[in-house]
């Protein structure tokens, strides 16, 4: 894997909105199927050990996707994203919040900008996201990093079964 | 209520305040004096600061003086790292599951 593509991640603190560029090797087509198709999303979407599920999808302007966070133990983290704007293989905007297993939204949300576009091969794709309340990141955050101790804390209570064996 | 610090610090006579007593610890008064506004404003602001555990009082005599909470705002950049790294683990997912396809066409 080629390890020099583009990475930026800037969080301007008083604008509540957080930068990100990051370079993909691969052609544009493909990289905008795998940030709007639900079968390559939920692939990649969720950082390991967690996993992603969409209950349901519908990529236009207006339709929504629900979708679920899963920790190794199953818990489910749900979310709802709507999309606001759609230009083909170019930008898609989208508002998105936490929610229920029915896709009833725990506003204020966050509003998400995806640009892309292709030089040489490889797809840069620039991501705005404007929190309302910044409060929100850590959230995301307690959710992950408490899944992630969870998860290490029963590798370590398995690995003490195993050597008293 | 839990207070927002990021609705703390997006406000710009905050920031300034902030700038001012990561120098030395200040009375209200001298904060005041470097700003155009009345003392008040200035006190609604130390009050807001205050609840989200930017700043420390301490008494010293008969006069409070406002400090700057280090810890508390290297917190703050410490979960934006975290959340930093967990855009860097999605896109290393995303690499793998491109160049999985980029191979099945191939």
Redesign the interface.
């Known amino acids: 894997?080629s390890n020099n593509?583009l990475?930026d991640?800037t969080?301007d603190?008083?604008r509540?909105t957080?930068y990100?560029n990051?370079e993909?090797?691969?052609g544009l087509s493909?990289?905008w199927d795998?940030f709007t198709k639900q079968a390559?999303l939920d692939?990649?979407?969720?950082?390991?050990p967690w996993s992603c599920k969409t209950k349901y999808m519908d990529f236009k302007v207006g339709g929504k996707r629900l979708y679920a966070m899963v920790s190794p133990e199953g818990q489910e983290r749900w979310g709802i994203q709507e999309y606001t704007s759609i230009t083909p293989k170019t930008n898609f905007k989208m508002y998105n919040a936490f929610s229920d297993e029915e896709g009833n939204p725990e506003l204020p949300g966050s509003e998400w900008d995806h640009t892309f576009s292709e030089q040489n091969g490889r797809t840069k794709v620039s991501i705005t996201i404007y929190?309302e309340?910044?409060?929100r990141?850590?959230r995301?955050?307690d959710g992950?990093?408490q899944g992630m101790k969870m998860s290490l804390g029963n590798l370590e209570d398995l690995l003490a079964t195993l050597s008293k064996k | 209520m839990?207070r927002?610090?990021?609705?703390a610090?997006?406000d710009?006579t905050r920031?300034a305040i902030i700038a001012l007593i990561a120098l030395q610890a200040m009375t209200p008064n001298a904060i005041a004096e470097n700003f155009n506004t009345t003392r008040q404003a200035v006190s609604k602001h130390l009050r807001i600061l205050t609840e989200c555990e930017l700043v420390k009082q301490e008494q010293q005599g008969r006069e409070i003086y406002y400090s700057l909470e280090i810890e508390k705002m290297k917190e703050?950049d410490n979960?934006?790292s975290?959340?930093?790294k967990?855009?860097?683990?999605?896109?290393k997912?995303?690499?793998?599951?491109?160049?999985t396809?980029?191979k099945q066409k191939k």
């Open positions: 894997m593509l990475f991640f969080v603190k008083s509540k957080v990100i990051r993909f090797d691969a493909l990289v795998a390559l692939q990649w979407l969720a950082p390991k929190n309340s910044l409060d990141l850590e995301i955050l992950f990093t | 839990r927002d610090v990021f609705q610090i997006a710009p920031r703050i979960w934006l975290q959340y930093r967990i855009w860097e683990t999605r896109f997912q995303l690499d793998n599951v491109l160049s396809i980029k």
